[in-house]
Nanobody, 123 residues
Framework: QVQLVESGGGLVQAGGSLRLSCTAS????????MGWFRQAPGKEREFVAAISWRDGSLAYADYVKGRFTISRDGENLMSLQMNSLKPHDTAVYYC?????????????????WGQGTQVTVSS
């Protein structure tokens, strides 16, 4: 069973940057795609970005395009560089992984989830 551990959350002022990381306890061949989702207080969890482990294809939600960058930084390491942060980016950010298929914006397509890391953007 793959396990995911996120790190890098914290408190930042509007306009600032944070970098989130997600480490998967799995070897090459198990992962097919990884993604980031977020959940703000009182709201449903929503898609942020995803990356295919097989061909490197990327997917972003419209509300983070041009500000956030997802990348694969190692065999089992994924990162999310978040720039120009806004107060409405405040949420718990979750790392997710799937063992088949490619990038997806749907939660149900991901089999494994991390515990989440809090990102707070102050105005």
């Amino acid at each position: 069973q793959v396990q995911l551990v996120e790190s890098g959350g914290g408190l930042v002022q509007a306009g600032g940057s944070l970098r989130l990381s997600c480490t998967a306890s799995a070897s090459e061949g198990v992962l097919r795609a990884m993604g980031w989702f977020r959940q703000a207080p009182g709201k449903e969890r929503e898609f942020v970005a995803a990356i295919s482990w097989r061909d490197g294809s990327l997917a972003y939600a419209d509300y983070v395009k041009g500000r956030f960058t997802i990348s694969r930084d190692g065999e089992n390491l994924m990162s999310l560089q978040m720039n120009s942060l806004k107060p409405h980016d405040t949420a718990v950010y979750y790392c997710a992984a799937r063992s088949w298929g490619s990038t997806s914006q749907y939660e149900a397509d991901y089999q494994v989830w991390g515990q989440g890391t809090q990102v707070t953007v102050s105005s």
